[in-house]
């Protein structure tokens, strides 16, 4: 159990309106391939680890974020590690 | 090479630091270690007192000002000094807080010129001694997510110019030494942000550093073989920057 288990995997994903810039949250849901994006590259994989130290304390290894690919997945994993 | 000089290097209880004291040890130095962990000081120590050498260890959180200072007053004279104690860091400038920003600079920068600033106040490094900065290239790139990080080094290499022209007089002698991608703790951490590590490979031409290259060129500027060096600042990165 930690901080991630609390929040519903709908609140999960609003969490990251705070990480993309140009990708609008409203087109994004739970099966969305994250990689896929145009936005996606090496610095969105850094954000997702800052911004989820900074307001769950959690740490989340980069290979959690590179081996999983939809949000759904990148919630079930974050939320049972 | 170092027969007899005591050499003080912070950081030492892991990566490069372990390397550059038993590297110490074994060219008849008297390596002075110091880091967080106690276990891991005395366990290096050990390993250096098989082979000979007279380690010490003094165990100090550098974070912690009157931690450096009882540091300072349990040290004899010093004939070499290597900074190296530092905290890599990843958050992308629209992350960074304030607490992030001390964080960082607390260890990387300031703990750091206060205890230079007291060694010279309690003359403990003698005349003719050498002191060598672990800077690092990320302070000369502009690789994502690096900004604290490589902002801290930029200061401290900054800072490093400016002692050496004040130390000059006493023939001491301040060099950096800023090594690029060396396979360590810290760095285990690198290679997982970066999926796998075979794409960086193909950037350094003669691979990924070690902590004996690191600890060669320490060393080398510690000795007296680089007795008409000061003020510069060498990187060593097996051919990073070259393209
Ligand atoms: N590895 C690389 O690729 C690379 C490249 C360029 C530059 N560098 C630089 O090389 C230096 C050594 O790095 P490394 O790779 O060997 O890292 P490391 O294995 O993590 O070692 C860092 C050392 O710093 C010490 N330290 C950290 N915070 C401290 C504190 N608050 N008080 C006292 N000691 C503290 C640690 O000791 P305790 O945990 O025991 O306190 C440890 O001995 C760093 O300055 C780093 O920036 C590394």
Redesign the interface.
């Known amino acids: 159990m930690n901080n991630i288990s609390k929040v519903s995997r709908e609140e999960f994903l609003l969490e990251f309106e705070n990480i993309f810039d140009e990708t609008p949250i409203a087109s994004l849901s739970l099966s969305t391939n994250y990689k896929d994006l145009d936005e996606w590259?090496?610095?969105i994989?850094?954000?997702i680890?800052?911004?989820f130290e900074?307001k769950f304390s959690i740490v989340i290894?980069?290979?959690t974020i590179?081996d999983n690919e939809t949000f759904n997945e990148l919630y079930n994993s974050i939320s049972q590690a | 090479m170092l027969s007899e000089k005591n050499i003080l290097v912070t950081g030492s209880s892991s990566g490069i630091g372990r390397q550059i004291a038993i590297d110490i040890g074994l060219n008849k130095g008297n390596p002075i270690l110091t880091g967080r962990n106690i276990e891991k000081l005395e366990e290096i120590c050990k390993l250096i007192i098989q082979e000979g050498a007279h380690p010490v260890y003094h165990q100090a959180d550098l974070r912690n000002e009157n931690e450096i200072t009882d540091l300072v007053m349990s040290l004899p004279n010093l004939s070499g000094l290597v900074i190296n104690a530092g905290i890599i860091d990843?958050?992308?400038v629209?992350?960074i807080?304030k607490a992030k920003i001390d964080d960082i600079f607390l260890v990387n920068f300031t703990s750091n010129v206060i205890l230079i600033k007291k060694l010279l106040e309690y003359k403990k490094i003698n005349n003719n001694s050498s002191i060598v900065f672990i800077g690092s290239i990320s302070s000369k790139l502009g690789v994502?997510?690096t900004s604290l990080y490589a902002a801290s080094k930029a200061a401290l290499t900054s800072f490093a110019k400016v002692l050496a022209i004040e130390v000059s007089a006493k023939k001491i002698r301040v060099n950096v030494l800023s090594p690029g991608l060396v396979t360590t703790d810290l760095t285990g951490n690198i290679r997982?942000?970066?999926?796998d590590g075979s794409e960086k490979d193909k950037n350094y031409p003669l691979g990924w550093g070690t902590t004996h290259n690191v600890a060669n060129a320490v060393i080398f500027l510690l000795s007296d073989k680089s007795e008409w060096m000061t003020g510069t600042d060498i990187v060593i990165d097996g051919g990073f920057t070259l393209s």
């Open positions: 590259s090496s610095l994989v850094l954000s680890i800052a911004h900074e290894a980069p290979k590179y | 990843y958050t992308p629209k992350f807080s994502p997510g997982d942000k970066k999926s």
